[in-house]
C-alpha cells in the first residue's frame, strides 16, 4: 500500500473493475505502472506529488489487484481498451481532464489514451519506452534478443502461457534483475508483492503483450498513416537504446509528439523506484508547461 492513499475498486467496463489507490488533493495526475509490477512502483512518486496535486494509482486491467478478463476476441488488453478504462476510472473519481504518466506497459496505455482522447488527457509522461509501432520496426537482429519476452508472448495461445506458468517466479524474477540498475530499489517485500500479482496474472499479461503484436500495432499502422499525433505537452524519459539498438529514439518519439521533452537518463528501467525525485522532478515541469 502507499502511505496516506485510500485504496478503491471502480468499475468501468462491463464485468471489469479496476483496484486504484488514491491520495492527495488538486489538479489530477493518473499514474500507470508497467511490467512486472503494480501500482506500487510509484509508490515514492506518488506520495511526493500527493502533497499538491490528486494522484490516481491503478492496476492496469489484468495486473495486481484489478480483474482479469479472459481475451476472448483478441481486444481485451487493446491498449484502446485499457485505455478506455483509465479514463473511465477518472470519470467515475471526478475527473472529466486530467495529466497522464506511464512506465513501461503502463506507458504504452497512457500514449494510446493521449491519442484516443486528446480532450481529457492534459499533459502525457512516459517512462523507458518507445510507441508501439516503433518498438517492432527497431527490433532486428541479435540486438532483439534484449526483447525476447516480446516475441514470445506474441505466440498464439497456449504455449506462452505453459512455459511461463511452469515458471512464473523465475520468469518475472528475470527482468527485475536484469533491468534494474539499483537493485536495492525493489526491496524484498515489494519483490514478493510483485511476483504473487504476477503469478496470478499469467494469461492477462499475455494477452496484454500479445495484443501490442496485432492489435495495438494496427492502431498505431492507422495513426501514423492518418497523420495523428499527441497534441498536449509530452516528457519522455528514456534509457539511451538508441545507442545499442542503433536509432535515434528523440527523433522517433518527435514524430508522435511535437511538443516533445526527449530526456535521456542513466539509471535503470525501473525508474520511478530508483530515481523518484528525478521523476518527480520532470513530471512537476511537465505539469508547468
Known sequence: MINGFAQHRVTVADGVALHAAVGGSGSPVVLLHGFPQTHLMWRHVAADLAADHTVICPDLRGYGDSDKPADTDGTAYAKRTMAADVVALARALGHERFALAGHDRGALVAIRAGLDHPETVTHLAALDVLPTLDTWEVMHGVTAAVGFHLYLMAQPPGLPERLI???????????????AGDPEAIPADVRAVYLRACRAAVPSIVADYRASAGVDLAHDEADRAAGRVLRMPVTVLQQDWGAALGFDAAARWRAWAPDLRHVPVSYGHFMAEEAPAEVVKELRALLDR
Open 165 to 179: 506458468g511452469a515458471a512464473p517466479d523465475e520468469f518475472f524474477g528475470h527482468f527485475l534483475d536484469l533491468w
